[in-house]
């Protein structure tokens, strides 16, 4: 939930609401890991192998990806006019899930474009740089909101048909999803990695800028490739075992 609320501050100090974003962003701070916390975290990422770095990542994002399918339940729920009446599906209450999900996502994703733009030596004060935050942010919601959306549906019918018999689930109906929900979200969260990676990079901004995709896709898998991995495994694992659950 820290990094909802601390992207929520700082969408408000971008927006020119100063007191209010800063008092978010000290709550997210406080609900967050501490920079020890961190330190230690990091210096086990160096000792993993990159499976072990991969169930670490994995773990550590079961909440985020937990309260983004919640966001898609509630959504539902409220659009469709209840957990039942979303069970039921149709458009109203798809359309409910996509902007549950979606309003869970935009703030998590523009509190980490934020860092990685700090990171990148950029003035987070510049209107120019605000913008690519804004638009990067958005990108990375809407590549990540349809697997999420849809293990959020896939929990809602699950809701309304809770008292079905076990024995109907079988491998052979339940594989496919498992796979297709597990590489859609490994998909979306190597992307929304490696986006704040290209756009706040300074070395690979300034080939993105040019269009420059040969010298660009070598020097994101130089540079980056570990990370996108590890992004990528973690969102299989996380997909489809969600998927697998519901």
Known sequence: GESVVGGVGRGLQMLGAEGAGQALVGVGEFLGPSAADEARDAA?????????QIGTAAARSIPTLGLAIAGGVGGGALFAGGLRAAAAGGAV??????????????????QSSYTAAQQGGYDV???EVRLDI?????TKTLAQTLPEAFLAGA?????GTALRDASRRTILNTAGP???????????ETFATLADR????????????????AALAPLIIEKYGEEGLVAAGAGFLLGGGFRAAI
């Open 44 to 52: 086990i990422r160096e000792r993993q192998g990159l499976l072990g």
């Open 93 to 110: 209450a798809r359309a409910g899930q996509l902007a549950g999900v979606s309003a869970t996502i935009f703030p998590m994703e523009v």
């Open 125 to 127: 004060n510049d209107p």
């Open 134 to 138: 804004w638009a990067t942010a958005a």
């Open 155 to 159: 929990f809602s019918r699950a809701f």
């Open 178 to 188: 498992i796979v297709g929900v597990g590489s859609a979200e490994a998909a979306a």
């Open 198 to 213: 290209v756009m706040f990079d300074p070395e690979l901004r300034a080939e993105f800028n040019e269009r420059d995709w």
